[in-house]
Nanobody
Framework: VQLQASGGGLVQAGGSLRLSCTASGRTFSSNVMGWFRQATGKSREFVAAINWSGDRLRYADSVKGRFTISRDSAKNTLYLQMNSLKPEDTAVYYC???????????????????WGQGTQVTVSS
């Protein structure tokens, strides 16, 4: 089972990026999935999560109104559209999937058993 995150890069403040996370080895179409991030020297923190049908979303306060999480179950892919990026958004972004124990999007990283390798997002001022 593998989650492959992509789409990171270097962008100026105010710019946008779209992250993707593709699952292989099994389908996560019925599972809660989420995005987390870890800046250098800081702990990993919750960014956003989505339930299996996409009608329940949850965001960290720091990204509300700027980031949008979505999924395409047919493609087994999770997305994170990031707009109005700020330098403080600079971090390695990880996608994660719950194994089936929860049904609502959750902010606790310990609810997620499967993790991608991370993609670097750097926002310059």
């Amino acid at each position: 089972v593998q989650l492959q995150a992509s789409g990171g890069g270097l962008v100026q403040a105010g710019g946008s990026l779209r992250l993707s996370c593709t699952a292989s080895g099994r389908t996560f179409s019925s599972n809660v999935m989420g995005w987390f991030r870890q800046a250098t020297g800081k702990s990993r923190e919750f960014v956003a999560a989505i339930n299996w049908s996409g009608d329940r979303l949850r965001y960290a306060d720091s990204v509300k109104g700027r980031f949008t999480i979505s999924r395409d179950s047919a493609k087994n892919t999770l997305y994170l559209q990031m707009n109005s990026l700020k330098p403080e958004d600079t971090a390695v972004y990880y996608c994660a999937a719950n194994g089936g124990s929860i049904y609502l999007p959750a902010p606790d990283q310990y609810d997620y058993e499967y993790w991608g390798q991370g993609t670097q997002v750097t926002v310059s001022s």
